[in-house]
């Protein structure tokens, strides 16, 4: 994983060595093929490189092995065999089906990725997971496969939209708060004009949040890079209750949105356990306000917590192992299921709500209202 | 790996200790499900195994994405998740497709072999690689995975037609010319009643010689098992020429067929060149027609070799790598292609001619000289 600038123009010689020559199949997004695609590809092909541009129409709705699929055929038209490259540029949905792609293709061939957006460089793209939907089931089929490189350049965010900057935070907040204190004291100080500038403000501080962020995430997922060795990983922070809640939600609240809820329920949780001074709860839900995330959500019902918690249960090897923040930058885990009671999640809910609408009422930008009342 | 009596009776429980409980798939193919697959399946049911069969009409011309996304299909039918099994039973075509299910589902569940073909047993089901053809290249798209448990029943062997024995057959003489002298002593006495009982008889050397290939291909595979560490395989003896040979016959000449003739073309190689003695030489032809395995074919011709070797030389890292004989039991590798002069492969293929045309005439079994009037 490399921090670079521009890297279609100072850095482009990191991307030239990691090609090393190979034939090449760029694979982005519409979007991406306009704001930052073609002028890589370009500045790639003026020093000889051997390289092609795929442009697929993938969301995460239509994340299927159909657009896998196309990958691969455009992959065998153009001969890629074993000494080959498939780059991929964009968000975490382009990053998921060339990194499938790329370990179906004559069992593996290289894979690079350039990710575009905030929530790709210091979470998407740092993992070596891919995995598609498959006949209506979310991620069913996938692989464990790692890049040869990712080339992380925070000046490809210029562009970004305030959405997916404030997603990406939403990420940053998770890390900082489980594992690193002093990125969390950056996010807390600096959040407002970094979210401004798309992370080219003030000075080196947007870069040194987006790396601390991915040295952070890099040294939670080695560990245990393959899912096997624990349940008990730290980066689930925020991913309990958000996929129950996006679902309930037909999608109409994004990832980020739904992991800054489940963060501020998990910090309400923390202090209502004693886990966590009411001080730290009150950062974090500070944090996240101020940076235009919501911190509730009408469809966050005791009921839809319960489910959620059973299905992190079947997923974490039948224990609940929820990471539970001690400190800023420190977490422990709630091991059982019965380590959390029906009386502790009720409470935090309530609290959660009242401190929502006071929120909501006293400070709110317009993107935490619009969020409130979406389900309200 | 294991080398088990009837797993239908006295060694299941090796198969319920595999499974451990979880819910499994079996897949299989519409013969062999009739002569095992209902038999094993009926007795993991009453052992109260949570199983369930599924019959694939599956070749190697068909062996496609489709194959693999019906498997897909009916584990995600069934509630497959990250805890369960999926068991391949019979040979080749079926352990390929279900190896790439079993990586791909939920990146990678739980898979058990039980090969019920001799070429299977020596050889298909002790690798970790699985592939599948797309838009009609062969093999384009596959992983490396490996099984959690392969179960080698020799038993299940009873019914294997006689072309299938002699394919098997030609995988062992090439594991054992390449690492074993004294597995080459033993097919070579004993391969007449070892084919005519189905490795039944006599008594435990049928058993014997099964589980000597096995374990040189483990030693084989062990130390490249991914195929990065080295391009000088001793496994790829018989699989210089033989791809090629089969595809020119339009597979009317089976894969151990196409494997025989090319360790016979190799040793003449290796004779020639003075790597290996006439008389060593002499004895693999003669095992191999023993067995009732071709030494040459019309379609073997100075061209289809010289393609045949520099399509080798591209899957080897841009050398040829030709593992050569020394002696039985012994080989080394022909490095570079300029090692071997057009004139000592045309010599060797003229020597091939005359001697296939001397054993079709003198002691051909009806398998040998059907294969060589198919190509004549």
Chains 1, 2 share one sequence.
Not at 135 to 144: I, P, T, V
Not at 231 to 253: I, K, N, Q, W
Request: charged share 20%; glycine share 8%.
């Amino acid at each position: 994983v490399y921090l670079t600038a521009d890297i279609a123009s100072e850095d482009l010689a990191l991307v030239t060595d990691a090609i090393g020559g190979m034939r090449t199949l760029i694979v982005t997004t519409p979007t991406v093929a306009h704001l930052h695609g073609k002028q890589i590809f370009s500045a790639l092909r003026q020093q000889g490189e051997d390289v092609s541009l795929l442009v697929l129409n993938c969301t995460e709705r239509n994340k299927t092995m159909e657009q896998v699929e196309r990958v691969c055929a455009e992959a065998l038209r153009l001969g890629l065999d074993r000494r080959a490259v498939l780059l991929a540029m964009g968000g975490g949905v382009v990053t998921d089906i060339v990194t499938i792609s790329a370990s179906w293709i004559r069992r593996g061939i290289t894979t690079i990725r350039i990710p575009t957006t905030l929530i790709g460089q210091v979470d998407a793209a740092v993992g070596i997971k891919g995995a598609v939907n498959f006949q209506g089931r979310k991620s069913y089929l996938g692989c464990f496969y790692a890049p040869a490189s990712v080339f992380i350049d925070p000046s490809r965010l210029s562009t970004l939209p305030d959405q997916h900057v404030r997603d990406g935070l939403a990420e940053i907040i998770k890390i900082a708060l489980v594992r690193d204190s002093h990125l969390f004291d950056l996010v807390e100080r600096y959040s407002g004009p970094v979210r401004e500038s798309r992370f080219a403000q003030p000075d080196d501080v947007g870069r040194e949040i987006i790396w601390r962020s991915v040295l952070r995430m890099l040294e939670e997922l080695e560990s245990n890079i393959f899912e096997d060795q624990t349940y008990m990983r730290l980066v689930d922070m925020g991913h309990t209750f958000s996929p129950a809640l996006e679902a309930a939600t037909g999608f109409t609240l994004s990832h980020g949105e739904a992991v800054a809820i489940d963060i501020a329920l998990t910090c309400a949780v923390a202090a209502c356990l004693g886990s966590m001074t009411a001080h730290d709860r009150d950062r974090v839900i500070a944090a996240i306000q101020e940076v235009g995330l919501p911190l509730n959500h009408a469809a966050l019902t005791p009921d839809l917590c319960r489910r959620a918690l059973g299905e992190a249960t079947r997923h974490r090897g039948g224990a609940l192992n929820l990471p539970l923040p001690a400190a800023i930058g420190e977490a422990t885990f709630l091991r059982k299921l019965a380590d959390l009671p029906a009386s502790v999640l009720s409470e935090s809910l309530q609290w959660l709500q009242a401190r929502s609408v006071a929120g909501s009422a006293g400070r709110a930008t317009p993107a935490v209202s619009s969020a409130v009342h979406a389900g309200a």
